[in-house]
């Protein structure tokens, strides 16, 4: 949801997850909105991303306590060195 909502001010977004489903349904739920958004799966134990984002938006990633330390070395290594990350959570 998250990501077509920025794809709905002509943001750029490349959205990210570990499950395939989820990807396949950020697909879908753009294309049936008229929007682009560029899916990628992504594991935060081993991100193997080379790119990098001035903004990372993120919510609902902070549920397990166990991969804390995984998610931050993950964000951090895809941040640009001036980039921001806003991290949305509820009731966590």
Request: proline content about 3%.
């Amino acid at each position: 949801v998250l990501s077509l909502a920025l794809a709905c001010r002509n943001i750029p977004i490349v959205a990210t997850d570990y499950a395939s489903d989820a990807l396949l349904l950020t697909r879908l739920n753009a294309a049936a909105n008229a929007k682009r958004i560029v899916t990628r799966r992504l594991n935060w134990m081993h991100p193997n991303w080379s790119t990098k984002f001035d903004v990372i938006v993120a919510a609902d990633i902070a549920y397990d306590r166990k991969v804390f330390e995984s998610l931050n070395d993950c964000l951090a290594s895809m941040l640009d060195k001036h980039g921001i990350c806003i991290i949305g959570e509820p009731s966590r």
